[in-house]
T-cell receptor, first 115, second 116 residues
Framework: SAVISQKPSRDICQRGTSLTIQCQVD?????MFWYRQQPGQSLTLIAT?????????ESGFVIDKFPISRPNLTFSTLTVSNMSPEDSSIYLC????????????FGSGTRLTVV | AQKVTQAQTEISVVEKEDVTLDCVYE???????LFWYKQPPSGELVFLIR??????QNEISGRYSWNFQKSTSSFNFTITASQVVDSAVYFC?????????????FGQGTTLQVKP
C-alpha cells in the first residue's frame, strides 16, 4: 500500500501565527484530501487538492484560512493561518486508490495545539 | 446528501464480552463504498474493512465480523470476545464509487472501552 509521510507530527503554536503541514506520498495520485479532527470529534473534510488546479473547499472552510498547495502528484501542503485556540485539532491528509482493497491511505496526522 | 450516523457515542464492556457497533448511512448514490476504521489513542487511522454496495455478504475476519444490510442502510460491526487492545474510537465511513469526488464521509465515531 502507499505510504504517506506527514510532517510535523505535532506542534504547539502561538495564536496569530501560521503552520504549514506537509504530506509526501510515495506514489503519484490524482486527488489528495485534507481532514480536520477537532478534539473528541469525527473527521471533517477541509478540501480536496488536485494537481494543477485550485483546491476545492468544503462548506465552512475558506482558502484564506486554509491555503493548500499541490505542486505535483506526490506532494501537498496545508497551511493553517492566523491560528486561534479553536484550530487546535488533528489534521490528516489522505489519498485514494480506488482499485486497492483499502481504498484510502491516511497520513499519521499532525496534532496541533494553539496557545 | 450523504450522511453516516453512529448512534452509540460510548460503549463500555468487560473483556471477553461481544460488542456490536452500529452504523446507519444515507446516500442517494446507487453505488458506494462503506468502511470501518479504528483510531487508537495514538491517533492514526487503521483500516478495518471496505465493502461495496453490490456485495451484501457478511464478512468475518478473526474476532471481527460485519453485517451489511442494504434494506435498512446499516453496516454494523461486531467484535467477538473483546480484548483490552480493542479499546479505541471506531469510525464508520461512506464514499461514492461513481464520480470524481472521492471524499469520505465519516460518522461521529463510537468510543469503545474494554475493561479487564
Amino acid at each position: 500500500s502507499a505510504v504517506i509521510s506527514q510532517k510535523p507530527s505535532r506542534d504547539i503554536c502561538q495564536r496569530g501565527t501560521s503552520l504549514t503541514i506537509q504530506c509526501q506520498v510515495d506514489s503519484q495520485v490524482t486527488m489528495m484530501f485534507w481532514y480536520r479532527q477537532q478534539p473528541g470529534q469525527s473527521l471533517t473534510l477541509i478540501a480536496t487538492a488536485n494537481q494543477g488546479s485550485e483546491a476545492t473547499y468544503e462548506s465552512g472552510f475558506v482558502i484564506d484560512k486554509f491555503p493548500i498547495s499541490r505542486p505535483n502528484l506526490t506532494f501537498s501542503t496545508l497551511t493553517v493561518s492566523n491560528m486561534s485556540p479553536e484550530d487546535s485539532s488533528i489534521y490528516l491528509c489522505s489519498v485514494t486508490f480506488p482499485t486497492a482493497i483499502y481504498g484510502y491511505t491516511f497520513g499519521s496526522g499532525t496534532r496541533l495545539t494553539v496557545v | 446528501a450523504q450522511k453516516v450516523t453512529q448512534a452509540q457515542t460510548e460503549i463500555s464492556v468487560v473483556e471477553k464480552e461481544d460488542v456490536t457497533l452500529d452504523c446507519v448511512y444515507e446516500t442517494r448514490d446507487t453505488t458506494y463504498y462503506l468502511f470501518w476504521y479504528k483510531q487508537p489513542p495514538s491517533g492514526e487511522l487503521v483500516f478495518l474493512i471496505r465493502r461495496n454496495s453490490f456485495d451484501e455478504q457478511n464478512e468475518i475476519s478473526g474476532r471481527y465480523s460485519w453485517n451489511f444490510q442494504k434494506s435498512t442502510s446499516s453496516f454494523n460491526f461486531t467484535i467477538t470476545a473483546s480484548q483490552v487492545v480493542d479499546s479505541a474510537v471506531y469510525f464508520c465511513a461512506l464514499s461514492a464509487i461513481s464520480g470524481n469526488t472521492g471524499k469520505l464521509i465519516f460518522g461521529q465515531g463510537t468510543t469503545l472501552q474494554v475493561k479487564p
